[in-house]
């Protein structure tokens, strides 16, 4: 067929010389399209091309307003105007005209409308509000063609706000006879779920039935939505999975019609899918997993041809296999699969055989060994994509041993690398993998990656340098080493080096040259002002040169070197460089100053930070005194913004218990950043706020001063606190692990049979890669204890630091009330019916609670398992580290969760003021203890407490808990409802299914939603009703229901941002579970 | 899939499709970019290509370039067959396709790909139903075209 296909195209050329060939017959040459086609083809020059489209743009413009065009007219200047379109010319002015073609004109001309349409508009066009009418129309037409059309252009486009005036046609569409349509339906709701998820939450049911379509094909689209939605939350769908392996059964025993055979595979892309879907269900599910092992082994079996086709299910297969819970001889069998790919020799197949190894060489490294000469000659391969894909695999498995060789080959695909992205992401790994196992390949990497590379790059590199590793000797060496070698560097040509290069050598010299002894300041200062003088060094880069040589100076010889700098950059337009050069100017001649400013600082005596900036209480008093406004928080201030301005559309963003664990965050983080914005306070609050936000995006650059002196590693931790710290604790245990396995490595490496002396060297790649020492070796080595105290070292007060690691010394910590420390914990709270051990620690002060409310202390039990850390203290008093919230009322027996540092996670049932029990999680410090999780966080918040704590170095995870919506009815009077409805800013809507039909429906449908979600019914008037619920005291949401068209729509709104959308999910649950 | 473009071996877009929302500056952008990437490229290469975050899939039919950009977990090889049963789809529409018929009647080959994937997934991957499909929108055309009623209902 293909054969068929590229004889005749390549018979084009012949063709195209406008010669009146056969087959040029059929060509509409006499339309206006056709001459104007052949005109351009014609034409030599581009600028003629020009004259000629504006030309016909002109013409086209003239008859498209033309009142007398008729419809089949404008069809015929349509297509001439995307010909335009797409040749890269404007044509907007038809824009509208294409509405009005798809609006107006009979099936074909309406057909060309709405393809104008979808070619000419995107998404967000304005214009695409006037379609929906049409549409709306179509949807209802007898035409099935009409109908068709309609649904093609909602599946390629449509304004997401206005899903919900056409969702009940299109859903009507899933019950039609006709099997295109139910199809073309179910992709339109496919397009609705992924621009709008919540739109079709409720139609889950519907989706269901077209998994079921006695239509095959219906049932293929079906797969589309449950590949998403399974990907986003694969518990949810377990119960299908035995559903999708029959229907894979089916399909690869060839049960289907004819007509779904592609080269005679039965249904490959419906394979493709079900196998996606498959691996999903079974990642983490060794029951799940069981039950496909047969049809996946089927598959293997069956998938012999050798066609495209059926790579193409067998590469899904393999990497199913290798997502699922493992069996061995589908391993096997897996294994053997990959290594066909990567021996074969078409070069596709090559690439996803090395993809596919990419992606299983984590669970299995010896497979990579197998492979390895193959691999070896794909990294000198002359397309630069298996390159690429072969350095992605390496560095899957690189390791201590290997580490050299891979960033060698790294580096020199960037050398020829030409795509920024590419070389962005490639640099990043090369970083990553230079921090983890140290080594002197930084400088390379900043002169090759360029002024590419994320920031966060450098940063974490000079953090890396600052906070050393665990020998001081190591630290000296390594310092020395980037002293020299920058200085070599400077000495040649340093015009060349990419300006963050500049900046981090010009760190490291201002830092570290004094470390070598027979360099003379003179002479790095004289390099430096070398580089303040070319021209393209960028202001941000002379800056930190003036640090640099701010820290260089110590008087002597070199004030008359510095002298002329000052001079010249203080009368800088750039108040930066002012800045610097002032201070440069000072400091070189005040020596004493200078000493009690810049301390020499020797690694080991950390920097003294006074978080609380006590110092500044005499003038901030004198301020007040003075008349000025007290300093307020900044949610505080934005509650009261909010209450100013009740009826205010614009979303206030965080509500009060997150802003307020954001904001000891950030405390946490940069005590000198705070210090900014509370000393800006005295003027406004408004432009505080504002020093604030900014101040917090400020590079290391700017705000490195510290009461103390210089705080380079702090600037750093903060931009770099998320990435991973490097591997140089190591336990003198993995040591020798990582040792024996070297030593045993060349007897478990295959030796081929002709090695090629260059290649065998190359072999070294896979060293470490042994079965033996694969565990250790492969993952990331260190020890996540050693992780911890490395990172608490740059962020932790100083005081605090030395004293961390015995558990009287955390209590201490909590009790001092310390800002300025670090969470790293991890916290796992999972389903309620695993722990019943939480609320039997009830004591008698709720266990009357615990009547009044049983359903509550049923569904709301969690559990918690506490990470085994070392340092977590037996005895605390946790009591009296409760927050402040919670502290007065009653609980239960608390919970430890895990300890680690000064930070204490603890889970305990609470009662929340006077409304019930709740399971509440809350950490940190007594006296400024987070709450974590209230009941309402807990549901709906998970993801941006765990963001939110992520920020801060720990990861924290909580599993959903099905656990019944929490909310108790809010007695309110329709007047106080109508002020509450007005000032409240954040909604939703959405169409519920009724209850039981005619007048009583409202009623039925809203007592329902009384009885199982226990909102409060304020009124019913005629066939509108309001009801009002509260989650906590100060978090209302208020409903309002009108009967509309057979559904019921509701309005829902409260302040709190995500409220609306949850208690709508749980209306929804309610009302299917009636 | 997030677009598909259809291009000659000069470089001249002859047809593009975008599943993803896209200023037209950007459309431009890309398709300069890709366009100018894969006609670098040698016959002999991967037909797989690592473009930001996306996964290029391009193959070559005579003087065409087909060119489809899917997600990095997407199955190339697959991907690889949509374009070849398009390219099947067409051929049988036009009866041996070349170039030309796709210059002239771009509208045609777009309404077999409308057809054929939907919001950028295929729906429909039988070349008879999608054919049939079309030649019956087709066939409306032409009843359409010898008198001026309403409503054609009474076809199927």
């Known amino acids: 067929m293909s054969d068929v296909v590229e004889k005749t195209l390549t018979a084009l050329p012949s063709l195209l010389s406008l010669d009146p060939q056969p087959g040029s017959a059929k060509l509409s040459s006499t339309s206006k399209l056709g001459n104007l086609i052949r005109g351009i083809t014609e034409l030599t020059s581009k600028h003629e091309e020009e004259k000629l489209i504006q030309h016909e743009l002109a013409s086209i413009k003239d008859q498209v307003s033309s009142p007398n065009t008729s419809m089949r007219q404008m069809k015929e200047l349509m297509v001439r105007a995307i010909y335009c379109e797409s040749l890269g010319y404007e044509a907007s002015f038809t824009y509208i005209h294409a509405i009005k073609l798809a609006q107006q004109g009979t099936a074909l001309e309406k057909r060309v409308g709405y393809l104008a349409v979808s070619l000419f508009l995107n998404e967000s066009h304005e214009l695409l509000l006037l379609l929906v009418n049409t549409v709306l129309k179509d949807l209802q037409s007898t035409n099935l063609i009409e109908v068709c059309m309609a649904l093609t252009v909602v599946s390629q486009m449509f304004p997401k706000d206005m899903i919900p005036a056409i969702l009940p046609l299109v859903e009507e569409k899933l019950n039609h006879p006709k099997e295109i349509i139910r199809r073309k339906a179910v992709l339109a709701l496919y397009k609705f779920y992924l621009i709008a998820p919540n739109q079709v939450q409720h139609i889950h049911n519907k989706f269901r039935k077209a998994l079921c379509d006695k239509d095959p094909g219906v049932m293929t689209a079906s797969l589309h939505i449950y590949l998403q939605m399974i990907q986003e939350n694969p518990e949810g769908y377990k119960d299908l999975t035995a559903s999708f392996v029959t229907i894979l059964k089916q399909v690869v025993g060839g049960k289907l019609p004819m007509d779904f055979n592609y080269h005679s595979v039965p249904a490959p892309w419906l394979q493709i899918q079900l196998l996606r879907i498959l691996a999903l269900l079974g990642k983490n599910d060794q029951s799940a997993s069981a039950v496909m092992y047969e049809v996946l082994d089927e598959s293997l079996r069956r998938a012999e041809m050798n066609h495209n086709i059926t790579y193409a299910i067998l590469y899904e297969c393999v990497k199913c296999i290798y997502t699922i819970h493992p069996k061995s001889d589908l391993l096997e069998k897996a294994a053997k699969c990959i290594g066909n790919f990567v021996l074969s020799p078409k070069i596709n197949l090559k690439y996803l055989g090395l993809k596919a190894l990419t992606y299983v060489v984590q669970q299995d490294p010896r497979l990579a060994l197998q492979h390895q000469m193959t691999i070896i000659e794909c990294l000198d391969h002359s397309d630069l994509i298996i390159k690429r894909e072969t350095l992605e695999l390496l560095f899957r498995i690189t390791n201590a041993q290997n580490v050299v060789v891979i960033v060698e080959k790294m580096l020199e695909f960037l050398r020829v690398n030409t795509d920024d992205y590419t070389t962005i992401d490639l640099v990043g790994k090369v970083a990553e993998l230079a921090e983890k196992y140290p080594s002197d390949t930084m400088s390379t990497v900043f002169s090759v990656g360029g002024d590419m590379m994320q920031p966060d790059i450098p940063n974490s590199f000079l953090k890396l340098l600052s906070e050393g590793f665990d020998s001081v000797e190591e630290d000296r060496k390594l310092r020395l080493f980037a002293v020299d070698s920058y200085i070599t560097l400077l000495q040649k040509e340093p015009g060349k080096l990419p300006q963050r290069f500049l900046q981090v050598i010009s760190w490291v010299l201002g830092e570290y040259s004094h470390l070598k002894d027979e360099l003379e300041p003179t002479v790095v200062l004289k390099l430096l002002a070398k580089l303040l003088d070319m021209k393209h060094t960028s202001s941000e880069t002379k800056s930190w040169i003036l640090m640099a040589m701010t820290k260089l100076c110590e008087g002597g010889a070199e004030v008359s070197v510095v002298r002329e700098v000052s001079e010249t950059y203080s009368s800088s337009m750039d108040t930066v460089l002012r800045q610097r050069a002032h201070e440069l100017q000072y400091l070189s001649q005040d020596s004493e100053l200078r000493a009690k400013v810049l301390l020499r600082d020797n690694g080991l005596r950390p920097l003294e930070v006074d978080s609380s900036l006590s110092f500044l209480d005499g003038f901030v008093s004198e301020a007040l005194a003075a008349g000025a406004a007290p300093y307020k928080p900044p949610h505080q201030r934005q509650e009261e913004l909010a209450q100013a301005k009740a009826l205010s559309l614009e979303p206030y963003g965080l509500s009060l218990p997150m802003s307020m664990s954001s904001c000891s965050i950030t405390d946490r983080q940069s005590p000198t950043l705070l210090s900014m914005s509370s000393g800006l306070s005295g003027d406004s609050a408004e432009i505080s706020h504002k020093g604030g936000s900014t101040s917090l995006k400020l590079d290391g650059v700017k705000r490195v001063w510290g009461r103390e002196g210089y705080l380079p590693q702090r600037a750093a931790v903060e931009e770099a606190a998320q990435v991973e710290v490097p591997c140089t604790l190591r336990s003198p245990s993995q040591q020798g692990d990582a040792d024996s396995s070297h030593s045993q490595t060349p007897t478990s490496t295959p030796t081929p049979t002709e090695p090629d002396p260059e290649k065998q060297q190359l072999a070294s790649l896979f060293f470490g890669l042994s079965s033996q020492s694969s565990v250790c070796l492969m993952g990331k080595p260190e020890p996540t204890p050693h992780r911890f105290r490395r990172k608490a070292k740059g962020v932790t007060d100083p005081t605090s630091s030395s004293l961390i690691s015995t558990p009287s010394n955390v209590e201490k910590l909590l009790c001092n009330n310390l800002l300025d420390s670090n969470i790293a914990s991890e916290l796992a709270v999972s389903s309620a019916k695993q722990i019943t051990e939480l609320p039997q620690g009830l004591k008698t002060a709720s266990s009357d609670i615990k009547q009044n409310n049983p359903s509550l202390i049923v569904d709301n039990g969690i559990v918690a398992a506490a990470d085994e850390d070392p340092d977590r203290p037996k005895d605390l008093c946790l009591i009296s580290h409760l927050p402040a919230e919670l502290s007065e009322l009653c609980h239960s027996e608390i919970t430890p969760l895990c300890t680690i540092q000064s930070i204490l996670c603890a889970v305990n049932s609470c009662q929340y003021r006077g409304d019930g029990i709740f399971p509440v999680a809350w950490g940190g410090p007594s006296g400024s203890s987070v709450l974590i999780q209230t009941p309402f966080n807990h549901l709906h918040q998970v993801t941006h407490v765990s963001a939110e704590l992520k920020k801060s170095t720990q990861c924290l995870s909580f599993a959903h808990s099905d656990v019944t919506f929490p909310c108790r009815p809010l007695t309110v009077s329709t007047e106080e409802y109508g002020t509450m409805w007005l000032s409240f800013s954040h909604d939703t809507k959405q169409n519920l299914t009724l209850i039981g039909d005619g007048q009583e429906a409202l009623t039925a449908t809203l007592n329902v939603l009384k009885q199982k979600l226990q909102l409060h019914v304020v009124e019913i008037i005629g066939q509108e009703g309001i009801l009002s619920c509260r989650l906590l005291q100060d978090q209302p949401c208020l409903m309002h229901c009108r009967v509309h068209a057979g559904t019921l729509a509701v309005w829902l709104r409260s302040p709190v941002p995500d409220l609306p959308d949850c208690l709508i999910y749980h209306c929804q649950r309610a009302l299917q579970e009636y | ?156």
């Open chain 2, 1 to 156: 899939m997030q677009f598909m473009l259809l291009f000659s071996r000069q470089g001249k877009l002859r047809l593009q499709k975008w599943y993803v929302p896209l200023s037209d500056k950007e459309r431009k952008k890309i398709s300069r970019d890709l366009v100018q990437t894969i006609l670098a490229r040698k016959p002999k290469m991967c037909s797989f290509l690592e473009w930001r975050d996306l996964k290029i899939v391009y193959k070559r039919y005579a003087s065409l370039y087909f060119c489809c950009a899917v997600e990095d977990q997407d199955n190339e090889l697959i991907t690889l067959e949509i374009i070849h049963r398009y390219v099947e789809l067409l051929d049988k529409y036009f009866g041996s396709v070349c170039e030309l018929d796709i210059i002239f009647n771009f509208e045609k080959a777009y309404f077999i790909l409308d057809e054929f994937l939907l919001g950028g997934e295929a729906q429909e991957t039988s070349k008879k139903n999608v054919l049939k499909a079309i030649e019956q929108a087709d066939l409306l055309q032409e009843v359409s075209m010898l008198s001026s009623i309403d409503g054609f209902s009474w076809l199927f």
